[in-house]
């Protein structure tokens, strides 16, 4: 490798991959068409850094690459919010396209049209679908709250990292899978079941399965109840 | 600052803030409240890294900025394709808000309507009104062009870089300008704006290589040429659908 012995950036000496004093590489060359090329290729291909690099580790070793995230690896991790919000982004985009309407029951939607609640319901299920991309991403926050009750080990703002990987990781999938379901996000139970199998295995601890597995579904519902209520009620009064 | 001996992403014994075989800081540390709180406020407010950073470097100093970049001085720089998108998108965001019309004699519209191509010019007009955006962008490459050609001391590339920076840095400028607009005597200042940044960005940048008199020139006619080819260019390619 032709490297500089020198950092272009600061001058610092350098004797390895990176300066020491400001942490930019020793690689660093003159701009050319080539180099371009080769960066926009690598950023896309490479499945050991950055956003490739949580798709397969998240999949194949959730619990120790979100452990070793929170022990300070973090140099090849794509970072967990902006991995939640592209991935949300993805799942809505995913959902305009390929989901299909559900059909509703006109019997029961009789009996239940002209109270208030049901008003209320109506223009909050709207809202709710006019407004998914910011509503869904705050599920990083209202999962938060149960897990960090449950699972002592970590501050709340590790909560909010670890939950923004399983929200990002779950919306990522159900949106690969989207074309083949079909299903609303509002009433698909594909990220649900995802985000309890991924607590098992980030919070699990030998001879404890069981209770991890109950709390794990446990957080999933307080999650999922708190995700449905708190902005109902936030917005009561303007519905 | 307590810090660890090794990096905690590879284990490499540390000898400075970075780790020099990953490149991770060497100050990090468990995540809590206060910080993330703390590394939100610093890449918003700090001036000497990132987006703020070429703010303030691009307008005190554009010539020895860009120069260094190049140059391989790139760590404390926000990537100019980056800064280049985020300022149109600051520029055509602003442009909705703030509408600066001019207005159209009637005399002129009468002669213009009759003119041979009328009908295709009014539909490249409302396309470019729709399209703003994304070419604006498209400038980054027109401007390169005419640089290239008259500035041979870097590649085609550079130019690209190059013109990132001044383009991103107009369109921020053009952006600022925009709200006195509402004025309609200072409508024709509001538009002429971002190209007279880009020609004194030239100007500063390009100065070292020639004589004072060459680098005026050649910094003028770049902004003439640039502009002809943005306009003319999407427009001889469109044409046909029209």
Request: charged share 15%; glycine share 6%.
């Amino acid at each position: 490798m032709n490297e500089n012995l020198r950092c272009l950036n600061c001058d610092n000496i350098i004797e390895e991959n990176f300066c020491p004093k400001c942490g930019q590489k020793a690689s660093t060359k003159r701009i050319t068409i080539q180099g371009l090329i080769t960066s926009v290729i690598n950023s896309l291909s490479n499945i050991d850094k950055g956003f490739l690099f949580n798709l397969k580790h998240l999949t194949l070793t959730p619990r120790k690459t979100i452990q070793d995230y929170i022990d300070g690896k973090r140099k090849d991790v794509f970072k967990p919010v902006q991995y939640a919000i592209i991935a949300v982004t993805l799942l809505t985009l995913a959902d305009q396209y390929f989901a299909t309407s559900v059909l509703i029951n006109t019997e029961q939607r009789h009996t239940m049209e002209g109270t208030l609640l049901f008003q209320k319901s109506y223009n909050y299920g709207r809202f709710i679908h006019e407004n998914l991309k910011y509503l869904w991403f705050l599920n990083v926050f209202f999962f938060s709250i149960p897990t960090y009750f449950f699972f002592k080990r970590y501050n709340f703002a590790e909560h909010l990292a670890i939950n923004a990987f399983v929200i990002g990781h779950v919306s990522l999938i159900t949106a690969l899978a989207l074309p083949i379901t079909g299903i609303r996000i509002v009433f698909n139970p594909i990220p649900f079941v995802l985000v309890a199998i991924m607590y098992m295995f980030i919070f699990s601890r030998k001879r404890h399965l069981i209770e991890t597995g109950v709390i794990s579904l446990l957080s999933v519902f307080v999650g999922y109840v708190l995700f449905f209520l708190v902005p109902f009620l936030v917005l009561f009064p303007f519905l | 600052m307590p810090q660890p001996a090794h990096c905690l992403n590879c284990g490499t014994p540390l000898k400075g803030k970075f780790c020099s075989n990953c490149g991770q800081k060497a100050s990090t540390e468990r995540i809590t409240a206060a910080s993330l709180g703390a590394s939100a406020l610093q890449s918003i407010v700090n001036l000497d890294k990132g987006f703020l950073f070429n703010l303030k470097q691009l307008t005190i100093a554009p010539g020895v900025t860009i120069r260094e970049y190049l140059a391989g001085k790139r760590k404390a720089v926000f990537k100019p394709v980056q800064y280049a998108i985020i300022a149109v998108t600051l520029l055509t965001l602003a442009d909705s808000f703030f509408v600066t019309t001019a207005p159209i004699e009637a005399d002129s519209v009468e002669n213009l309507i009759k003119a041979p191509i009328f009908s295709e010019l009014y539909q490249y007009g409302r396309f470019t009104m729709q399209n703003l955006k994304y070419l604006w962008i498209l400038n980054v490459f027109f401007f390169a062009l005419p640089t290239y050609w008259f500035f041979k001391q870097y590649n085609f590339t550079e130019h690209l870089a190059i013109n990132a920076f001044v383009v991103g840095h107009a369109a921020l400028v053009g952006t600022l300008f925009l709200p006195a607009g509402s004025i309609p005597a200072l409508v024709k200042v509001v538009n002429a704006a971002p190209y007279v940044v880009m020609g004194l960005m030239y100007y500063f940048i390009f100065r070292p290589f020639g004589e004072i008199g060459e680098a005026i020139g050649i910094s003028l006619l770049s902004v003439v040429v640039g502009s002809i080819l943005s306009f003319l260019l999407p427009f001889l390619v469109l044409l046909p659908f029209l």
